[in-house]
């Protein structure tokens, strides 16, 4: 074997070595950037769900739901799981409102974050809240986890 043939095959096996191990690592970085997409489009889901559907208020003399309209008190019986693309999420919500000049709170409600899950997203939408009969500005916060 000639000097030229050794030196072209350690070229090779450098060039397949080194095509390996950035394939490997970009395989991880698209599993890591996968999986927070997909947390962010639950979370997204959940919040969406949430302010059209299950928290929604309900007008009783005409039984017609109102979206991004919050009933405060179908928060006391929220669900904090969900399933998405085949995985479990927990969540916990917060609503913040606007009375008068301050600003007040309702929740947590749902599970406290977990001290060992360190990726989570959060996420608030704008809404109003039905109390004593009238609308308030408020916020609905979602944190969201994998379960």
Request: glycine fraction near 4%.
């Amino acid at each position: 074997m000639t000097l030229t043939q050794i030196l072209k095959t350690l070229v090779t096996c450098i060039l397949v070595i080194t095509f390996v191990l950035v394939t490997a690592s970009a395989y991880r970085h698209h599993r890591s950037i996968s999986s927070l997409a997909k947390l962010s489009d639950a979370t997204s889901t959940i919040i969406t769900h949430l302010t059209v559907d299950e928290l929604a208020y309900v007008d009783e003399t005409d039984n017609s739901k109102h979206s991004y309209v919050l009933d405060p008190n179908k928060l006391e019986n929220l669900v904090i799981t969900t399933e998405f693309g085949g995985d479990n999420f927990e969540f916990q919500v917060m609503v913040h409102y606007k009375l008068g000049d301050g600003e007040q709170g309702l929740g947590p409600f749902g599970s406290a974050l977990p001290n060992d899950n360190k990726t989570n997203c959060s996420l608030t939408a704008a809404c109003a809240l039905w109390s004593s009969d009238r609308f308030l500005p408020a916020k609905l916060s979602v944190i969201a986890w994998y379960a």
